[in-house]
Every structure is written in structure tokens, then in C-alpha cells.
């Protein structure tokens, strides 16, 4: 009974250490398969691969362990690129008496490892999540040979070499600064060989990258009120799109010890470092457009590329910056469209100390996004929850139109969109109905046209 005792805690010691996990892999036998787990640990973390022990974690053992490993070798020399030899170490152990062979793999520093006869694709780029190995997405795949790559996307050659530069050069001009190819070079827009690289892409008219402007009636995407696209140079897009934003950065004046005090929707910096934050520090490795959705009580930008390695998002908020497009943020910063580098994120959040709600900065793994909320806008939402009394026959609209005009006098067409939520043609019926059932009466026309509850005597 001891005997057994003892034999029986040994299988369960042997049990527990052999269990497939993030960082361990058993293969009763050796197959050609296993190229496959030795990449994926090779492209995710270190791991063990353990031959000769079932999926049970129970020692089977190898037969002719010295032939498999020669074989194993050959394996890993021969049928995976880059060469792992290096970060790859092959062993024979015996565990219970029985030999089985052991596989260390260290994470490797030229990512993306892959089968050699399948090459960069998923069916050839294999990652580790949890105890098996799938294959790598195609963008997953792109990350890796983006994050691995010598040189930066700014510095290498543009697949275009026929570019033009009117906008640069009108730039330059009002600035004073000489259009010439000294001024191209020390710009880094075309390197020794005078081609031109990817920073002088995007400066020139022809670059294929854009900003798509969407401006919705209410707080989500289910109704637009306009919508716009900007091309070019991506100095003339930086221009084009805050002069388009300005048009419905709307201000608000209230007399404040007998001053006008004037507040934007949106603080006009916050807008304009939101703005070039997004153009400088995306990863124009991807083709993606930078998207901006203006609500009604909101303004979110939102680029391509996650944060650097080795970046948090705590670090974004601490003003910690480093720039994926060093060149690019140069050309810039001598155009005097920024002030200095990496204090952006922190002027913004600055420039709304005095707000209840701060901006917000959102990361994924390969989306960078700003939120900036509008700094005059009301949520009236709540009365309906507390009173739907002022009209026992209105509607909940035409309530929260009601309860405005009990705090205030007048109140506008835009104002109504605004409490509202709506569209300027919902909102614009939901007014003429109210002033037709005598709830409300209209006053004067035109831009300054206005409404007020209507006096009952």
C-alpha cells in the first residue's frame, strides 16, 4: 500500500508539472508540426516544448532520442526564418527513466519569425495565446515587421517620385524661407540621392493620405448634419480642417461684472493641438484616413497607430511624449504650427482646468483618440426623469423646451438643437408646432429669430 502511495503522489507531481500553459507545450512525438510552436513562442514569449510526454502530461518517452534531436535541428536551422538558432537551445533529459527531448525558445528580436516554405502570411506566422498556437492576422503581421523595421516610414523612399510641392512652397514664401534643393534636403524631403522619401510624400499636394470631418446632429452616429473630406499636403489639411471645425465652434457670451466674457465650444488650442497631434504622431504605415466626429456635446479625433513601445497611456497623461514621426514633427515645429515638442496633450488638458469633464485620451492597439467635451453644453435629459408636468398634453421635446424657457427667456433655434439633440430640420418642426398649438410665440426673423413661452394672461 506505501509503495502504490508513493507511485501514485510521483504520477501526480509528474502530472502537475507537465501542464500545457502560455509558456509549455507537449508533443508525444516529433513532427513536423512543432516548427510551428517553436514560432510562436519566438514571436510572443519564452516557452518549453516537452517531446515525448501526451497531452495528459504523462512521460511516454523517445525513441532514438539522438536521431530525433539531429532531425529537430535540422528543423529549426533549415525551416524557419530568421535564423533562431541563436535563441533556440535542444536537449535530451530523462524524467521517470524514459528520455525525452526538451525545446527552450527565448522571444526573438527579429519579429516576425515564420515557416520558411509559407512564408509572411498567417499560414506562416504563428503567435501563443493561452496553452495553443494560433495563426497571426495579417495587420498583427504588418505590427511586427513595422515595430522590427531599421529605418522609420518618413526616412524611406516614396513609391512616388513624380511629387510637386505648391502648397510647401506657398508656406515657405509667406514665411520668408527660400523654396530650394539645399531647403529640401535639410527638410529631409529628399535624402542624399535627391529621391524623395515619405516625409516629402506627405508634405506634397499628390499625398494620398486624408481627414474625414463628420459633423452628427446628436450625440451619436445615427443622423449627419454634414460631412467633409480633406486631400493634399498635409500642412494644407492641417489648415482646411480647423478652419472647417471653427465654422460650428460656437461661442457663448454671458456678462460677468459688467465684462462680455466670450467661451468657445471648444477651447481653440485644445482644437488645434487635437488636431496636429493626430497628423504628426500617426503611423501612416497604414493607409486608414484620421477621422474627427464633431456631437453635440463632443469632439473626438481619432488616428492610426497605438502608443510606441514601451509608452502608457499614465505616460501620455504625465506629458511624457516621444514622436513616431521625429521628421515630420521638425518640419512642423519650424513652420510654427507647433510651439515645442511633447507638450501638446498636456496644453490641452490645461486649457479645460476649470471644466467638470476633462478631455480623454482612448488607446487601443492600433487607434489613438481625443475626446474633447463641448464646454457650453447643457444636458436637459434629466428633467423628464424628475418632471414631465409644464405640459400635461406636450410631448417630452416640447417639455424640455418648456423647462428651458423657465429658466431662461428666449431661446433660439440652434439653443433647441442643441437641448434637443436633433437635427435643424426635426428641431425647426418641433418649434412651428409648439408656436401653432400657442405654446410658444416667435420673435423677430431672420438670424435673430427667437422663441418665448407664450403669455397665457
Known sequence: MIIFTKYYIMFLEVNIMFIENQNTELKLILTRNIKKEIVAFANTNDGRIYIGINDNGEVIGV???????????????????????????IYIEQINGKDIIVVNVKEGPNKPYYLADKGLKPSGVYLRHGNVTVPADEEIIKKMLIENRSSSFEEELSTNQDLHFEYLKSILEKQNIEFNENKLKTLNIINLENKYTNLGLLLSDECPF???????????????????????????????????????NKVKGEIIDLLRVDTYDYPKYALR????????????????????????????????????????????????????????????????????????IDRI????????????????????????????????SFILNEDTQFNPFGTSKENLIIYYLKHHKTISRLDAERVLGLSKTRTSEILKNMVNDGMLTINGNGKTTNYSLKNRG
Do not use: C, W
Open 273 to 344: 493641438e487635437a488636431i496636429l497631434n493626430a497628423i504628426i504622431h500617426r503611423d501612416y504605415n497604414f493607409n486608414g484616413s484620421i477621422l474627427v466626429s464633431l456631437f453635440i456635446d463632443r469632439i473626438e479625433v481619432s488616428s492610426l497607430g497605438g502608443l510606441l513601445k514601451g509608452l502608457t497611456i499614465e505616460d501620455i497623461y504625465n506629458g511624457i511624449s516621444e514622436t513616431r514621426n521625429p521628421k515630420l514633427a521638425n518640419v512642423f515645429y519650424r513652420l510654427k504650427y507647433v510651439e515645442s515638442f511633447g507638450t501638446g
Open 210 to 248: 486624408s481627414i474625414k470631418a463628420s459633423i452628427f446632429s446628436g450625440k451619436d452616429k445615427l443622423e449627419f448634419s454634414d460631412r467633409k473630406e480633406f486631400n493634399g499636403s498635409i500642412l494644407k489639411q492641417a489648415e482646411e480642417i480647423f478652419d472647417y471645425l471653427n465654422l460650428f
Open 349 to 380: 488638458m490645461s486649457s479645460y482646468v476649470d471644466n467638470d469633464k476633462q478631455p480623454v485620451i482612448s488607446i487601443s492597439d492600433n487607434v489613438f483618440k481625443i475626446t474633447l467635451y463641448n464646454r457650453n453644453y447643457t444636458d436637459y
Open 63 to 89: 525513441q532514438n532520442p539522438q536521431k530525433e534531436l539531429e532531425a529537430l535541428s535540422g528543423m529549426i536551422r533549415e525551416g524557419i526564418k530568421s535564423d533562431l538558432t541563436l535563441f533556440t537551445s
